[in-house]
Each structure stands twice: as C-alpha cells, then as structure tokens.
C-alpha cells in the first residue's frame, strides 16, 4: 500500500480518508439498489467539510473529494444498468478562508454529483441540511478538528430517518486530554458531545469505557438501532489516534463496517504504519531503513488489541444463542456491535461449531452439504449431553 505524498506525517488522516471511501463506496451500491424500484436520490453531507490541512492542488487528500467521487462512482454501477439514479452532496464550512476555497472548489467540479455549500457552524446549518435531504436516503459524516460543535443533538435530526447512516470521528487524542478538566465550559462541550442530558463524564473513564459511551448514547440519543467503532493507530507509536464510530437502523450498517474495517485498518494499516515509520526513521538517522515485512497480513496492534480467535468467538456465539433458537441474523448483529468481527467469520465459526455438534442449523433450502448459514436460517444451540448433538455427524 502506497501512501501519498500529501499524507506522509498525518498517516492516520489516510486510514481514516480510507475507511470512508470504503463505506461510502459500499453503502451507495447498496442503497443505490433501491433504483431498480424506481426514480432514486443519494446524499452525502459532510457536516465539517475544510479544507484545512489539505496539500494537494485538486484537494484529492480531503473528504470532499473522496465524498464526491465515491458516490459518483457508486452511481454509476446502477446509472450504466438503465437506473434513474441522482446524486447529490452538501458540505458545511465555518471558517471564511476554508469556506471559500471549497465553494470555488466545488463550482470548478464536473460529474453527475449536484454539490451545496453551506457556510457556518454545522449546529447552525441542520434545518438546512434537513431541508435539502427530506426523506432520502442520506450518509452523514461528522468530522470535526475536536469535539467542539459536534454535539449529539444536532446529528439526531439528521439520521431520524430510517435510511441514515452516520459516521462520527471521535477524536481520542483530544477527548483524552480535556475529558477530565474541570472547567465549565469544557465540561459543557462535553455533556453536548456525548449526549449527556444529566451530569458531567464519570471521571477516569478509559479509552473502552469512552466509546461504549459513545456509542450507546449515539443509538440512545439519536433513534439507532446499531453502533459499532474502529480505532484508527498513531502511525507509528502504539496509541490509538482517533475513533470512527458508525449508526445506523439495518444490520448491514454493521456488515460493511466491519468489513471495511478488516480491509483497512487490519490489513492495510500494516504497510501504511510500516512504511511510516521506515520514513521517521531514514528522517531522524540519514541512513536507509532495512526493508518492509512485505508477507506481515494484520497490523501488529489490531492483531494483539483487536483480534479474536474463532474458538474465543464461537464461545461467543453459543452464548449468544441462549436457551431459544434464533435466526442467524439476529445473532451475528450483537457480535459485530460488541467487537471486531466480521459476518462472514461468525458464519464460518457457526458452521464449525455445527460440525463439531455445538449447535444445529436449520436452513431455509434443504442441502446435503453444510453450506454457510444464512440470515434466515435457524441456529439452535445444543447441549453435548443431548442425543441430537451426539448423532450429529463429523
């Protein structure tokens, strides 16, 4: 994995720039497939669009670039096939100089994707926004410099909608730093944030703590049905940078988050953090790094913080079956909210854990062979002692 020039020494910006390509790329195919019922329109709002930090003259480094061209490109799956499909961005900017720049940015644009600029605060601008998206289907990305001006209150409005998906950069570093100061104004910003109605943060709360907070009060606070969050590293110390954590009211929120995540924070993230730190080295010495472990699969940090074996997950599974048979599809959900898993390895886990008589599947289509379990298809966990599970087969 090649990174940039215009992302060496902010390495995590180019993570995080990769996840949301990712997703958003997934999640306009998908939803774009709702244009084979008929005429259909996408939004993606970027509710603090910059640019700030940006180095390239085509801003190619920024979320507004990689916002518009994933949808473009996510359109054009469904456009090429005959659908009627439009697409459409908003991007909000506070500062004058920042807002300035991408208006000029966004009129010199070609494509199919219809760009609004908004200019202030992102609290200031939701009725706007809201008005512009009414019942459409609508990807909202928060991405504020800290967490000043991303209260929880303002997103509500925004993904109340069932076909919403909200992706919040949770700044770690800085959330670390202030959460337990006790200034007013500080305490304030973050009972807003955190969407807090009564009382301050519980003082010493650990990175875990912080984004089980979070996430609980994202689907408390604002309707959700699911919450999931990824760590994007330092790229080259062993600390976390910032948080993506994502909403949403369909499970496949879940099952592409996870699945992005495993693409690029577990695998990609390996030769991104390598490859940075081979430059911080040659740096700081003058004298060339020795070459990168090209065969190294997972990051070093996701591997030892993240990673969850398949015997530890079908544990997981079986507990999570409980007493009742459940469909598929309401197990797997609980088990990528909880931790970093994806769909397709508990469907795997399952199909071992039925093939060593831990659990029967009933599937929708009768086979002779043990396919995958699907969403429809009933898991029923079974007792070693019980006479069916001693009869399963090998």
Known sequence: MEVPTEYHGREQSFLKHRVLKEYLLRWGRKLGSLSRRG???????????GPWSSRSPSLEDTSIHIGVHALAEAAATWRTAGHDIEVNAVFVEANRNAFETLRDHLASLGGPV???????EFG?????????????PAFIFVDPTGFKGAAMSFIA???ERRVRDVLVNVMFEHINRWKDDPREFLREQMREFFGLEDGNLVPGLSEAELFELYRENLKGRCGLKYAADL?????????TWFHLVVGGNHHETLHVFRDVEISVIATEAARVRDSASKRRHEERTGQIALALDTAAPVDRRFEAKYRIDDASLADLLIAALGSSPRRFDGVWPALLEAHHVTRAQVAHVARDAEASGR????????????????????LRRLDPEDPVARSSPP
């Open 157 to 159: 409005p925004l993904v």
């Open 231 to 239: 760590a994007v590293p330092h790229p080259t110390k062993d600390r």
């Open 39 to 49: 005429p259909l329109r996408l939004w993606y709002v970027d509710c603090f669009a």
């Open 359 to 378: 659990l029967m599947i009933e599937r929708e289509k009768s086979s002779t062979r043990r396919p995958l379990p699907k969403d429809a298809d009933i």
């Open 124 to 136: 200031q601008q939701v009725d706007a926004i809201a008005g512009l998206l009414r019942a459409d």
């Open 114 to 120: 219809k760009t609004y600029a908004l200019h202030g």
